[in-house]
Each structure stands twice: as C-alpha cells, then as structure tokens.
C-alpha cells in the first residue's frame, strides 16, 4: 500500500503512546470494546496466553512488547522493547526482575546473538513491505528463533487498510494493518503455525542454521 508506514511513522508512535494505559481494554473486551461482538475471543485469548507460557524457557526479547499482556507469561529471562515509554512502563511493572527499554525494533540495540528466542505480537502484522524486511533482518541478527503472534485473516476483513482508531477521549487516528493467514505468515516467515484461530494466528520459525 503506497506510503504505508508502522514502525517509523511518527503519528502511529504518538498513539501508542497516548492508547498505553487503556491498551488492554482491547484483550479485555472493556471500555469501547466491550460492545464488540467477538465470538469466541476470551477463549482464544486464553489459548493465547497458554501458547506463550506452553514457550520452552529461553533468553526472550519481545519486540514491541506494548503493555506486556503477553510478555509477563514468557518463561526464562525476558527482555521487553517498546518504543512508547508508556507501554514499556506498564512491562516492566510486569516483569520486575526482566528488563524492559524504550528502543526501536528497526534498529535493534544488542549485539549479534543475543537473544535464544525474539516474541513479538501485533506489530509484524502493521508492517509495510520495507519495515518487515528491516524488522526481519534486525531479528535475524540478534536472535536464534522468531515467534510472531498476530491478527488472523477473517472473512469481510480486508488483506491490508488504513484504518480508524478511536481512544477513549474521542481522538481519532489511522493506522496501518494487515490480517494475515497461517499459510500467509509461513509463506514470509518459515516456520511453523502454532495457532491459527479465528481472531489470532501464530507461527514459530528458526532464524538462523
Ligand atoms: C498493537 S501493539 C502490540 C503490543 C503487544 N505486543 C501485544 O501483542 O499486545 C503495537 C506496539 O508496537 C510498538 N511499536 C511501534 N513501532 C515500534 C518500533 N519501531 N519499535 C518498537 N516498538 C514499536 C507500539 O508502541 C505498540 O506498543
């Protein structure tokens, strides 16, 4: 999609930073989306939840941690990287004996190998072509393994769009984001799929030999 952009566009940074203390009304189905209708999504977040925690113990970073919903059930010494100061504030009330930094997950900073596994959920899936090619570059230097969890593709929800987001306090923002099927992300990432629901997929693929 011409001129998308996720990961470096700086309006989408500043809404992040603004959703962080009301992001997981999203998980929670609280707040504005408590009117949602979403079949089936306690269930699957709770079949998300068991996924991450199910994760062998292993040096973890979560790349755009976010709130650290999911980030607080990976097992081993985590490592949570957001860029909304916001959102890695609320990770590391999370994880108190886990690091937690603001930082960019285009631009990485840790060495080469530092990490056994690289998490991320719900950012891979906001990423325009070149960003993925980046981010996927960056993951491929620093960790051994790439799990991404992301939004399902669903009939009557398109491919890829420019969408509306509304916050609590009325303020309106677009963002950017593709629904992906399993065969999709297996397709750009390798791997296997390790879910694949209604609401969320899931797919695990090494990175390195
Ligand atoms: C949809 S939220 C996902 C949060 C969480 N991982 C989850 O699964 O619920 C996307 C997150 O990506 C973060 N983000 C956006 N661009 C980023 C970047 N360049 N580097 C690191 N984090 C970024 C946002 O601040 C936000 O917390």
Redesign the pocket.
């Given at each position: 999609m011409v001129g998308a952009a996720?990961?470096?566009d700086a309006a989408?940074?500043a809404y992040?930073?603004q959703r962080a203390a009301e992001?997981d009304e999203w998980?929670l189905g609280k707040g504005r989306f408590a009117v949602r209708d979403r079949p089936g999504w306690d269930g699957e977040v709770a079949e998300l939840v068991r996924l991450v925690r199910r994760l062998e113990p292993a040096r973890a970073l979560?790349?755009?941690?976010?709130?650290g919903?999911?980030t607080r059930h990976l097992r081993g010494p985590v490592v949570g990287?957001?860029?909304?100061p916001a959102?890695a504030l609320l990770t590391r009330s999370r994880i108190p004996t886990g690091g937690t930094l603001v930082?960019?997950?285009?631009a990485l900073p840790f060495p080469d190998g530092s990490f056994d596994r690289l998490f991320?959920?719900?950012?891979y899936g906001?990423l325009p072509t070149d960003e993925r090619a980046a981010f996927l570059s960056e993951a491929d230097r620093v960790a051994g393994e790439l799990v991404v969890?992301d939004s399902a593709s669903r009939t009557g929800a398109p491919a890829e769009e420019w969408q509306e987001r509304v916050l609590n306090d009325g303020s309106r923002h677009r963002i950017y984001k593709r629904y992906l099927a399993p065969a999709r992300l297996v397709a750009e990432l390798g791997g296997e799929v390790v879910m694949a629901g209604t609401w969320f997929v899931a797919v695990r693929a090494a990175l390195r030999p």
């Open positions: 996720f990961a470096r989408t940074a992040y930073e992001y998980y979560d790349i755009a941690c976010g709130s919903f999911l990287l957001d860029r909304s959102m930082g960019d997950a285009l991320t959920g719900h950012f906001h969890v």
